[in-house]
């Protein structure tokens, strides 16, 4: 009996330096604003109707979805949210400097390419690299990153030319030092027979307040204009952009299987490919890490980040089309929500990845969000986790393998060792 009772104490004081340990990951004032992390305090909200069009018309048909009602909504989420972004560069060129040389002991052929995105090659231009499994006898399908470092920082591979990145002060520095990023193991997708490739975002544009005077943006701006429309794209647009630009060179390249590309980012780069996703048809697959507010988790759930906290001046407008920050105050009549960006990919494979201490990112908001837009990937006939689905626990697998699927891991707001091996996973039966 007494050995229960000191177990049982000593059970409480994990469980509460655990509950202490969590809560330093909940920051309690942003930017002026509280957050939320109470479940009972979340508010009541009623979504805007995914099936229904601008004229009150049902959707019925995928004929109807994809005619009118998706064009509706991607106009919707680009004019509220993410903004207009260009075409395709006319000037744009590829300089393949690094054409396909053995790495990892001839385990992959590694190319490296500078995307020009204008015809002045001077400035405005993204490095990407590119690995192909060796042992591949056709074109490959193949992950494309999106990352906050310089490639050669994620990437054991002494071949690798040493890229330039922004540093705190808002200056362009060579990539020489290590980075908190982490590395990222490649040698897995290539066992896998899928080919790998990467791009550091702040080669489209820099990541603070004010970075457009650096970034790709800048080269649209009309004469005179100081700033982007209300309608016209932030950073996240750009960094999407970014990808689609990726994209056309690997349209090119005989190797890859342009059809199979699969978009994986994380946090704001988790925003990024879905905005890119879904925006790109020509993107087969988005998996999409920890992406929060702004991302696939409801906006009208007050709960972690709102759109308040992430579209004040002082932190990420930015990164919005300006317009993002007018429904800061009236979320609830916003005509947009997170829902209809996940439906937005269907009936393209959609992974989202969160976990189970982000609270900041609001995992259940996102889980919430597959749910809503669920009925759009069955109405074309594909799995997704039905509408009275429980949201699983840490770990829990059961909503991963759907062509919208789901899944939370243990721990915060990252991508683990282990969620690579599920995307792969998840990328080998739906890539
Ligand atoms: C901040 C921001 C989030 C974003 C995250 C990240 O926390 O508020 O919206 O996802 O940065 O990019 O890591």
Known sequence: MKINLLLAALICVCADAIAQQQAANRPTVVAGFAVNYAED?????TLPALLKTSDGKPVTTTKQWTEKRRPELLQLVEQNQFGKMPPRPNDMTFHVFDKGTPAFNGKAIRKQITVYFKKDTSGHKMNLLIYIPAAATKPVPLLLNISFAAYNQIIDDPGLRVGEIWNKEGKKIKADKPTPFGKLNVEQFLDAGIGFATVYYGDIEPDFKDGIQY???KTYLKPGQAETATDEWGAIAAWSWGLSRALDYLETDRQVDAKRVALQGASRLGKTVLWAGVRDPRFKMVIASISGEGGAALSRRNYGETIRHIS???RY?????????SWADKVNSMPIDAHMLVALMAP??????TGSTDYWSDPKGEFLSVVAAAPVYRLFGETAPAANAAMPVAGDTSLLMNHLGYY???G?????PEDW???IGYMQKYL
Do not use: C, W
């Open 41 to 45: 305090s979340v508010g009541t909200y």
């Open 215 to 217: 970034g790709i943006r």
């Open 312 to 314: 004040d001046p002082s």
């Open 317 to 325: 407008l930015y990164q919005f089309a300006p317009n993002y920050h």
């Open 348 to 353: 393209r494979p959609l992974l989202l990845q």
């Open 408 to 410: 939370m891991h243990e």
């Open 412 to 416: 915060g707001h990252t991508v683990l």
């Open 421 to 423: 091996k599920l995307f």
